[in-house]
């Protein structure tokens, strides 16, 4: 019986993929299955988890014949997993590995703490790295302005994720892409305690324009909804709940933005003479 579950949504992660794999293999604690989940890829990522199945018999693939989004591959992956703990890992990061090792130590000599994450090394396409900590004892009001720790790097008890019923699908943690956020939410919600190591234990990917750059007006609205909800949850004062609504500041801006360049860009040459 694996100690270690290790969780994986992917799609069309045909370039990346491969790394994050033999990261995973390359752990020095070795008692370890990893349940991948194909989100519907159309590129060449499922033939390559399938080579990677075939030479290594602790790795687990699960298919969706369309996209069906992060939370509903991940939620497929936990049903089907076996082990005390789970291990989150993203396509295009890279676990250091020590990682299972020293976030496995810590939760097995700490039972009161029911998730354990740690510091990562920020990474680019052009190789730029910088090391980015987390606060190492984050309380709840600490979801006001972030998660408790990048998900990636978290190692968490299963039981823990039962008593969670796993991850939200509903349409706004959908639209918000937002998963992770709404987990901390119940899991502060809840009581449970997450512990940070201030190493770094993982490369965590991140592109020059960066993932939340890219939301999009709806994007913004429904991650305030959560925000909102998850304030509501924890039983912070109202006049926190303007906090939230800075999403949908920032979508309005955006908009904005997008309406100006627009009527710019549709100028005649000569109306700007």
């Not at 789970?86 to 810590?106: C, S, T, V, Y």
């Not at 606060?135 to 302005?145: C, G, I, N, R």
């Not at 901390?184 to 940070?196: D, H, L």
Request: glycine share 4%; proline share 3%.
């Amino acid at each position: 019986m694996p100690k270690i579950s290790v969780i994986m949504g992917v799609y069309n992660n045909q370039n990346t993929v491969k790394a994050a794999i033999e990261s995973i293999r390359s752990q020095t604690f070795t008692n370890w299955e990893f349940v991948i989940c194909d989100d519907g890829s159309t590129d060449k990522t499922w033939e390559i988890l399938q080579e990677y199945a075939t030479a290594d018999k602790r790795i687990k693939l699960i298919q969706n014949k369309v996209n069906r989004r992060l939370s509903v591959a991940l939620n497929r992956c936990l049903k089907t997993t076996k082990g005390e703990y789970i291990a989150r890992m993203d396509a295009d990061d890279i676990a250091l590995p020590e990682r299972f090792a020293k976030q496995l130590d810590f939760l097995e000599n700490n039972p009161e703490f029911h998730a354990c994450g740690s510091a990562v090394i920020i990474f680019d396409k052009k190789g730029k790295e910088r090391l980015s900590k987390w606060k190492e004892f984050p309380s709840e009001d600490y979801l006001l302005k972030n998660v408790f720790s990048p998900h990636p790097t978290v190692l968490m008890r299963k039981s823990t994720y039962d008593a969670l019923n796993g991850y939200a699908n509903d349409y706004w943690v959908a639209k918000g892409r937002c998963e992770d956020l709404d987990l901390w939410q119940r899991f502060a919600e809840k009581g449970f305690k997450i512990y940070n190591i201030q190493e770094p234990l993982l490369k965590y990917f991140q592109a020059e324009e960066d993932y939340y750059s890219r939301y999009t007006f709806h994007n913004h609205l429904a991650l305030a909804k959560v925000r909102l909800r998850g304030y509501k949850r924890l039983g912070f004062p109202k006049y926190l709940y303007l906090k939230a609504l800075r999403e949908i500041k920032i979508a309005y801006k955006k908009k904005i933005l997008k309406f100006c360049c627009s009527l710019f860009n549709s100028l005649e040459p000569s109306a700007l003479h």
